[in-house]
């Protein structure tokens, strides 16, 4: 682990989900902060402690790549 930078999971890109509740959904991690990922899930963006997410499951990663891609059809940009 770089102390600088936080745990080395959960770079940018990659598809994650809440430890602990479904109540997010699954989310794209936007960024990195030291131990933090600001997170854009299904239901809104927050930023959330490494610790707390986990890698998406194969179902939790389709859901998400067709949610951002319906988004970037519907309102273009890169979601």
Do not use: C, Q
Not at 27 to 55: M, N, P, Y
């Amino acid at each position: 682990m770089n102390t600088e930078e936080g745990p080395e999971e959960h770079r940018p890109g990659s598809f994650v989900a809440h430890t602990g509740t479904d109540t997010y959904g699954p989310g794209k991690v936007l960024s990195v902060e030291g131990e933090l990922r600001r997170v854009r899930f299904v239901h809104f963006v927050a930023t959330i402690r490494a610790r707390d997410l986990r890698e998406a499951n194969e179902r939790e990663a389709v859901m998400i790549r067709t949610w951002l891609r319906e988004k970037a059809a519907r309102y273009g940009g890169v979601w």
